[in-house]
DNA sequence: TATATATACTTCTATTATAGAAGTAATATG
DNA sequence: CATATTACTTCTATAATAGAAGTATATATA
């Protein structure tokens, strides 16, 4: 028996609750971070280019794990680290990330700043760029998620 | 000639991108607004039951504008009355809006409230949804955009 | 014509969120 | 045993937000 998450949300809205889960300027990086970065470990995040403070990457975390978005397990080689994962709620945002960029392709292409060959394929073929991001995932899982 | 409009990014990345323009607590409650409620007008949006402050409303229309997701005419019928409309760019944003509320159906259904059928015909037809929301907005803009 | 009301804001203030620097506790490495 | 790494927390200055109130202009009503 799962114990159900609760939500504080403004109203009823799907809008609005979904802004009131990831509607902020940094749970959707943190995100991005674990499904296209392939990034697991809390100090990798801290490196990313955005430069994302300390305190608002543990405050994230917390409230994505919270709201069931990730889920952690300590790291296999050492108790000091933790290894944060995408639950299957988590990796079901991949629609609507896909939707985001191919936005921003389509209209502030001279913002972006990604290689050529990754935008043509997210471009060109959505749904085979979509499967490859999930591959990466489950090998991630195979080989960390007993 | 049209000008170039410059956003403010904190990267080149597509998802920090998008986030730069439309990541807050409000601004896609805006777009949806005028997406999906049909609302043109400042007063209206107050009234949503969000409950919106006029100072935020205000700056977030203005936002909006500044980066071409939406503009303003005069109403036809009052000079002290105006009508905001989205623009090709804030149109364009359906697709992610629409992701945004399938994830939102298929993980936490429990928080929705809006009517079964509407949730029915975006789930099982989201294309045709698309395309409903597209016409309602053509004819909005047959009747105020010459 | 004078007065009231509607609309689209702006201003003010208290509260909350954020960024960045620094500190801490537990673990691992040399 | 000393040092470094990791995942945080704490502190503080700055910025954003919410809510109430005020303002300017246009329109409606007596």
Not at 19 to 42: A, Q, S
Not at 105 to 118: F, S, V, Y
Request: with cysteine; glycine share 4%; hydrophobic share 40%.
């Amino acid at each position: 028996m799962v114990a159900k998450i609760e939500h504080k949300t403004r109203t009823g809205c799907p809008v609005a609750c979904v802004l009131d889960i990831v509607g902020d300027h940094w749970t959707l990086l943190v995100i991005r971070n674990m499904m296209f970065l392939g990034l697991h470990e809390y100090k990798d995040m801290l490196e990313t280019e955005e430069k994302i403070s300390s305190s608002i990457l543990s405050n994230r975390l917390k409230k994505l794990e919270t709201d069931g978005l990730i889920a952690s397990i300590d790291h296999p080689e050492s108790k000091r680290r933790k290894l944060y994962y995408l639950t299957s709620m988590g990796k079901d945002l991949i629609h609507m990330m896909l939707e985001m960029v191919l936005w921003a392709n389509r209209n502030i292409d001279h913002l972006l700043t990604i290689p050529e060959d990754k935008l043509l394929l997210l471009k060109n073929d959505p749904d085979k760029f979509k499967a490859l991001v999930l591959v990466q995932i489950e090998e991630w899982e195979k080989e960390y998620l007993s």
